[in-house]
């Protein structure tokens, strides 16, 4: 058999590691005296890997998380060091998600709740989770389009593939009746069955900003922290921190 049509078996097969470098592999093989089965095992092994690492460039792509905001970027320095206990933990494990535990950020502009919360969802999708990543504004206005056309139980049943949904901003937006309810129905839709990670501005003493009344904001509330993690973040802004540094450097 012609090199070519190895390939291109190997190809037709969807093993494009093994195409790709079987040559390779062979050649450092007969270096090393390997027996067939330990050429086999490396090729296998590379395949393996190589899936691996596309299934996880997938699911970032597909989770919309935003780029650079990885839990080793974050600087814990200062005010932010006691918040480093509770982080680290839910970015070591993805057990909470089993018990479809929520995780709920507050704090003021800047100190860097979306960070945290991109930062946890990017190590869930490095242990296999699959997660989105949606401003509560566009979300809320998805699920109101799929209201009007009668399909907001199908996309709540879609969300349901995901073991992780990030919910950024939540307090910014004073919502309409409309909006407030699908909201809710999401908040509902998850309870017991999957987690959220929830950011927002607003504590929830003001969150009757948010929903229509006060009966659907202590709804809402209730089903979130059942089983939650909830991390109050009192810090200066983290945005103010760094324009301080570089202010106070002489210029060059």
């Given amino acids: 058999m012609s090199d070519e049509a190895l390939f291109n078996q190997l190809r037709q097969l969807r093993l494009p590691g093994m195409a790709d470098h079987w040559q390779a592999m062979q050649q450092r093989g007969e270096q090393n005296h390997w027996t067939h089965a330990q050429f086999l095992t490396s090729l296998c092994e590379l395949e393996i890997n190589g ?5 996880l460039q997938r ?6 998380l935003p780029p650079g905001k990885r839990l080793m970027q974050f600087d814990f320095g200062g005010e932010m060091a006691s918040y480093q206990q509770t982080i680290s933990p839910l970015c070591n494990t993805g057990d909470w998600l089993k018990s479809a535990t929520n995780v709920l ?12 919360a991109a930062a946890i969802g990017h190590a869930m999708i490095e242990q296999g989770k699959r997660v989105i990543y949606r401003h509560a504004s566009a979300l809320v206005q998805q699920l109101l389009q799929a209201k009007n056309s009668l399909q907001l139980e199908s996309v709540l049943c879609k969300l349901d ?3 992780l949904i990030i919910i950024d901003e939540i307090g910014y937006v004073r919502k309409t009746a409309d909006e407030t309810h699908v909201l809710f129905e999401l908040i509902a839709h998850r309870y017991e069955s999957g987690s959220l990670i929830i950011t927002s501005n607003q504590p ?3 969150w009757n900003q948010i929903f229509e ?3 659907m904001t202590v709804a809402a509330i209730d089903r979130l922290v059942h089983h939650a993690v909830l991390l109050d973040i009192k810090a200066p802004s983290y945005r103010r921190r760094q324009a301080e ?5 002489p210029s060059q």
């Fill in 204 to 206: 929830f003493s003001g």
């Fill in 51 to 55: 899936r691996q690492t596309r299934r």
């Fill in 105 to 116: 950020l507050f704090g003021p502009s800047g100190v860097g709740k979306t960070h945290l």
């Fill in 161 to 163: 593939a995901f073991d």
């Fill in 245 to 249: 540094i570089r202010q106070s450097q």
């Fill in 59 to 64: 699911m970032v792509r597909e989770s919309k």
């Fill in 213 to 215: 009344d006060d009966i």
